[in-house]
C-alpha cells in the first residue's frame, strides 16, 4: 500500500510517517497543505490518501472533494484524521467522497486495512 499523508503539523507527519513505514506501509509523500497534496497526489498517484480535517486556515474536508474530482485523487482511497471526535464530522464525511474516518490516536497499519476492507 503507497500512501500519502496530509498534515499541517510537521512533527505528527514524521511520527505517522515512521510509524506506517515500521507496519509496513510506503509513505510515498507528505503534504503540509491542499496545493502540495493536489501537486503530490497527482505526481505520486497513491492507494491511500490520509487527510487531516483541519489544515491550517484550510478545511481538510474542502480538500478532500477537490483530491476526488482530481483524475489522480479519484482512484485514491481517501481518509479523513482527526483529533477530533468522529461525531463532530460524521455527516459530513457520510456525504462526501472520503471512505470514512481514523482518529489520530489510533492510526496504523491495520486501522487502515481494516476501514478499507483489506489484508495487510
Known amino acids: 500500500m503507497r ?19 515500521r507496519e509496513g506501509v510506503t509513505v510515498a509523500g507528505v503534504a503540509r497543505g491542499g496545493a502540495e497534496a493536489i501537486r503530490s497526489v497527482t505526481e505520486l498517484r497513491p492507494d491511500v490518501v490520509l487527510v487531516d480535517i483541519n489544515l491550517g486556515g484550510e478545511s481538510g474536508l474542502d480538500l478532500v472533494g477537490r483530491l476526488a474530482r482530481t483524475e489522480a485523487g479519484g482512484s485514491s482511497q481517501i481518509i479523513v484524521i482527526s483529533t477530533h471526535e468522529e461525531e463532530d464530522y460524521r455527516d459530513v464525511i457520510a456525504e462526501g467522497p472520503a471512505v470514512g474516518f481514523l482518529p489520530k490516536a489510533v492510526l496504523s497499519a491495520r486501522a487502515i486495512h481494516g476501514l478499507l476492507g483489506t489484508v495487510g
Not at 3 to 21: K, T, Y
Open 3 to 21: 500512501c500519502l499523508i496530509v498534515d499541517d503539523s510537521p512533527g505528527f507527519l514524521a511520527a505517522a510517517r515512521r510509524l506506517l513505514e
